[in-house]
């Protein structure tokens, strides 16, 4: 593959990269950041690219890899002090809660999740197949759609928890 197909098929996949740098990048620099690396990596990666699956199939198993690695990074560096202030917003419970706020509230409790469940979701907001979501995280798909419905429960509890405060 060539340089100018390579940067087609990653500018035609964008938005697999956004959808993961959201999940995992905390900040929007956090964001380009990971963005960044996942090129590199894919760029990096590429030589091993044979074919024998999708190119966007392919792309999703070394971004999610890139992105795991990266967040996994971060977390062990990451130093909490016991100063640290947090902002609480108290809101009224007849509040309507807009689509864009309903999507925030999903997006900060994916991020809760662990991160193969987070990358779990991801695919299957993408609407993959749990045939495609094997093939791109080597989890059986019948164990993916017991994991899916575990997932859906945890979700559940947790936006209902951050829409509430706690």
């Known amino acids: 593959m060539t340089q100018e197909?390579?940067?087609?098929?990653?500018?035609?996949?964008?938005?697999?990269?956004?959808?993961?740098?959201?999940?995992?990048?905390?900040?929007?620099?956090?964001?380009?950041?990971?963005?960044?690396?996942?090129?590199?990596?894919?760029?990096?990666?590429?030589?091993?690219?044979q074919g024998q699956s999708k190119f966007s199939t392919w792309m999703y198993r070394v971004a999610l890899n890139t992105a795991i690695s990266d967040f996994r990074k971060k977390r062990r560096a990451l130093h909490v002090s016991g100063t640290e202030v947090t902002s609480l917003?108290?809101?009224?419970?007849?509040?309507?809660?807009?689509?864009?706020?309903?999507?925030?509230i999903l997006y900060v409790a994916i991020s809760r999740l662990p991160e193969i469940e987070t990358a779990i979701v991801m695919l299957y907001l993408?609407?993959?197949?749990?045939?495609?979501?094997?093939?791109?995280?080597?989890?059986?798909?019948?164990?993916?759609?017991?994991?899916m419905n575990r997932i859906k429960e945890k979700l559940r509890q947790l936006t209902k928890n951050i829409s509430h405060g706690t």
Do not use: H
Not at 126 to 140: A, F, P, T
């Open 89 to 104: 917003e108290i809101r009224s419970e007849l509040s309507e809660v807009s689509k864009e706020e309903r999507l925030d």
């Open 5 to 49: 197909e390579f940067v087609r098929q990653v500018q035609a996949n964008q938005g697999i990269l956004q959808k993961i740098c959201r999940l995992y990048g905390q900040t929007q620099p956090d964001r380009e950041d990971l963005f960044q690396e996942i090129v590199v990596q894919l760029w990096r990666a590429l030589p091993k690219f």
């Open 126 to 147: 993408e609407n993959k197949s749990y045939d495609e979501m094997e093939d791109i995280l080597g989890i059986s798909a019948n164990n993916l759609r017991v994991k």
